[in-house]
């Protein structure tokens, strides 16, 4: 699933677990000549570089694109080198890593050579454990690598279905042109609480609304936790499958049709 930057952009400022600093977008240019030593980099990450520069998701501090050298000709400071996605020790084979916990923690490699779910240039994401130097899969995009590292600060863990936990693997949720919107980990405790799910539907999670009134309920246990069901936000009961309409049982397939029922 493409990312949804504006659905980003809501998750980073909802993230008190993402540190951003100074704000020091990175011009394009700067973002071309990278790119120029280290190949294309994904839509999402550049969106995160030309928006914040510089920051981190929990302890994970987020590579930026420091300048080659100042107005007067001298070289970035060593930090700015160490920083900067194009560092040489970044780059080894087909993994480029964008993303380093301190003391010898975990980092997180963009995989180059795999395309993800995500498309459109997106790398899938995998997740390098700091003792053994094992490799994990993690993410579709630097989009889902945000969105399942806020999932996990909010004690998310990968999400409250494998459905909506693919989706976010992908993309901090999605809002369409029609008004169907799914929920990612920034909003998902929040809806739930204000229509106290689970206390009139235990079992059942909102996932998302239609911007009209209406919910996405998906089983949150059990042996059917694919199917998508729509029904009022005034009338959540226990039985949401007999009370609601069976919209889809494939999410991230109907997302893609455009959220049609």
């Keep these: ?47 995160w570089l030309a928006e914040y520069g510089h920051g981190r998701a929990g302890n994970a501090d987020i590579a930026t694109v420091a300048p080659g050298g100042s107005d007067d000709g001298t070289a970035g400071s060593e930090d700015d080198m160490y920083e900067a996605v194009t560092a040489g020790w970044r780059l080894s084979g087909d993994r480029l890593c964008f993303a380093v916990e301190p003391d010898c923690g975990d980092d997180y490699h963009f995989a180059l050579d795999r395309a993800g779910e995500a498309g459109d240039g997106e790398y899938p994401v995998v997740h390098r454990d700091g003792t053994d130097g094992c490799e994990y899969p993690m993410a579709e995009s630097f989009a889902g690598f945000l969105a399942v590292r806020a999932s996990e600060l909010r004690g998310l863990r990968d999400g409250p279905n494998p459905a909506v936990a693919r989706l976010w693997r992908s993309t901090p949720g999605v809002l369409l042109d029609n008004g169907v919107h799914v929920y990612g980990p920034h909003l998902i405790q929040e ?40 029904l009022g936000l005034g009338a959540i009961g226990g039985d949401v499958a007999a009370a609601g309409e069976r919209v889809t049982d494939d999410l991230l397939g109907w997302l893609r049709a455009g959220g049609t029922s």
């Design 1 to 47: 699933m493409r990312p949804d930057l504006t659905q980003l952009r809501d998750l980073v400022e909802d993230s008190p677990g993402f540190g951003r600093r100074r704000a020091a977008a990175v011009p394009e240019a700067l973002i071309r000549e990278a790119e120029s030593r280290v190949g294309p980099l994904p839509p999402s990450y550049r969106w």
């Design 191 to 230: 809806r739930n609480e204000t229509f106290e799910v689970s206390r009139y539907a235990p079992g059942w999670v909102l996932v998302g609304d239609d911007s009209g009134g209406d919910g996405f309920f998906m089983r949150h246990h059990g042996r059917d936790r694919v199917s998508v069901h729509r």
